[in-house]
């Protein structure tokens, strides 16, 4: 069965940085281009970052563009998101998935996320 497994949120001052990893079984991890997802209370779910399976290439939200930097380790089935510079709009529950055409592909899927909260 697939299983997303999201880590490494939790409370930090505005400023502050945070490493945020994904743990992924149950795809073909290294064939996907992965992403990142957010979702604050009362919002939609957002794009952050995405990066293709080589690694290659990366694509990120403008709102967090020169802050986080996304990357990937294929042989561990881990997707990480290093997030520098936090600021309080960045808090919100944090995803991964794939990402196929632009979208998360496995809708069914969606693991816990796990909270950053950034405090001004």
């Known amino acids: 069965q697939v299983q997303l497994v999201e880590s490494g949120g939790g409370l930090v001052q505005a400023g502050g940085s945070l490493r945020l990893s994904c743990a992924a079984s149950?795809?073909?991890?290294?064939?996907?281009?992965m992403g990142w997802f957010r979702q604050a209370p009362g919002k939609e779910r957002e794009f952050v970052a995405r990066?293709?399976?080589?690694?290659?290439?990366?694509n990120y939200a403008d709102s967090v563009k020169g802050r986080f930097t996304i990357s990937r380790d294929n042989a561990k089935n881990t997707l990480y998101l290093q997030m520098n510079s936090l600021k309080p709009e960045d808090t919100a529950v944090y995803y991964c998935?794939?990402?196929?055409?632009?979208?998360?592909?496995?809708?069914?899927?969606w693991g816990q996320g796990t909270q950053v909260t950034v405090s001004s």
């Open positions: 149950g795809i073909r991890f290294s064939s996907y281009t």
């Open positions: 990066i293709s399976w080589s690694g290659l290439t990366t």
């Open positions: 998935n794939q990402v196929v055409n632009g979208a998360p592909a496995l809708n069914d899927y």
